[in-house]
């Protein structure tokens, strides 16, 4: 049921149904993720997300946000983000690799691969609140955790110069999702970084481990240094042009907005500001040599045209100039009982050992549907994705799914897909077909 908003397009949810699903969420073990109930839970949190994004880009009530927030659900939105990251490592690889598993479509395990993106996306949305944050209470630990994980990815990986290649696709339909989960982990890494960032806003109002695993345990103070140096949402494509990412997509910069820091810049900036700034983060890091000097990187970085974008950072500035003259104190280590995090962990070792098994398992059950299954699948989603709701979320114009520049045209077929010319849409039919197929055919029905 779709409702109005004034003055902002159509609404997903009325708050007593977002009330009523938020309500509903629950945590699955791994050998049911992609089961009937785990699917149905997934459109819950897709709706979620998509009228929490609407309520907070129309300045409007969150009620999404409140909904959760009062019911307690932001702990088992954490655990269920875990359990599909775990899903991806463990069962993932296992299932793709077994010799008698060639689905008749790979729909259903591409809804299991992109869920982790959906409540990433909702998480970001929702953690800039405080009272949000504070509720995720000890599972805030297994949040920074996560975050530390896919940031320190965004900061390994290098990107190549060039914007993606269209070669020959993969010679399976299993191996072209294992690459779509590849460039998926992208945009979630990205997502992770701005959660970071909200749970540094907050560190006074969280737990005291909080603190102490960003600064001790993970040192993320020099990871976000190894960001700002390499800076992998920034490349050059193939023409010599620069380009950016933002918004799940990358753009082109023009000349003029080249030195315009981008909100993955920003977001950076905002956390190494919370955790350098604070008295009681600059007493329990420990600024040895190694540390010191991979901060000292930063003043290279503080320009005048930076501080003119973000005028804080001047007080940063000079905490730099002060720490290059003289040695900060070691930090006192007190004996505390220290909280730590507990859910992947828990995930893990109930499921060691037995990643084959659940493959197995999820090969007889929620990954060998029949075709009116798929079809109700994608019937389900297609009333998900409402198309008119959709266009309202995004901020610019579609992207052609072949060569990725501005689209005019839909698909007739399945009214998904967009194309800038005939010529992309003929290029791309070779993938376009099967989902095409399943949408058409769930429009029918």
């Known amino acids: 049921m779709a409702a109005e908003l004034t ?29 009937p109930r785990w699917f149905r839970q997934h459109e819950y949190i897709e709706k979620l997300n998509m009228q929490a994004i609407i309520n907070a880009t129309a300045d409007q009530d969150e009620f999404v946000k409140e909904h959760i927030y009062s019911l307690g659900k932001v702990p088992t939105l954490i655990h269920e983000l875990i359990a599909v990251e775990v899903w991806k490592q463990k069962v993932f690889p296992v299932l793709c690799q077994l010799q ?52 320190t990815l965004l900061a390994a990986q290098s990107e190549s ?9 993969p010679s399976t339909s299993l191996a072209e999702l294992q690459k779509q989960s590849h460039e998926l982990e992208f945009d979630i890494s990205v997502k992770a970084l701005s959660i970071l960032r909200y749970i540094t806003d907050h560190i006074d109002s969280l737990p005291l481990s909080v603190p102490a695993r960003l600064l001790n345990t993970h040192n993320v103070l020099c990871v976000l240094v190894r960001l700002l140096e390499h800076c992998p949402w920034s490349r050059y494509n193939f023409k010599g042009e620069l380009q950016k ?56 970085f503080l320009t005048e045209v930076l501080i003119d974008q973000l005028p804080n950072l001047v007080e940063l500035q000079r905490f730099l ?14 004996l505390i009982l220290e909280q730590v995090p507990d859910i992947r962990d ?82 791309h039919w070779s993938k376009h077909k099967k989902a095409c197929d399943l949408m058409a055919g769930a429009g029918k029905t």
Not at 10 to 29: I, M, N, R, T
Request: with cysteine.
């Open 100 to 151: 008698d598993f060639n689905p008749k479509s790979t729909f259903p395990i591409y809804i299991v691969v992109h869920h982790e993106a959906t409540i990433v996306n909702l998480l970001e949305t929702i953690f800039y609140h405080k009272d949000v944050c504070e509720s995720a209470e000890e599972a805030v630990l297994d949040l920074v955790d996560y975050c530390h994980r896919k940031v």
């Open 7 to 35: 003055g902002s397009g159509k609404a997903v949810l009325l708050s007593v149904e977002a009330a009523g699903y938020a309500e509903s969420l629950q945590e699955f073990p791994l050998r049911d993720i992609g089961s």
């Open 346 to 427: 828990r995930i893990i070792r109930e499921s060691s050992n037995k990643w084959k098994a659940i493959a197995k398992h999820l090969v007889k059950t929620a990954f060998n549907p029949s075709e009116q299954d798929l079809l109700e699948q994608a019937h389900r989603l297609a009333e998900t994705y409402n198309l008119d709701v959709m266009e309202n979320l995004i901020p610019e114009h579609p992207k052609c799914g072949f060569c990725g520049g501005e689209a005019a045209k839909r698909c007739s077929r399945c009214q998904v897909e967009w194309y800038c010319a005939r010529d992309c849409q003929v290029k």
């Open 245 to 300: 990412y933002a918004d799940g997509k990358w753009y082109t910069v023009p000349l003029e907005d080249q030195l315009k820091i981008t909100k993955l810049d920003g977001q950076v900036w905002i956390a190494l500001y919370n955790l350098l700034l604070r008295p009681e983060c600059q007493q329990r890091y420990d600024f040895n040599n190694f540390n010191k000097t991979q901060l000292l990187k930063l003043q290279g």
């Open 321 to 334: 100039g002060h720490l290059a003259m003289v040695d900060l104190p070691i930090p006192k280590k007190n």
């Open 161 to 169: 110069c060039e914007s993606q290649e269209h070669g020959q696709p």
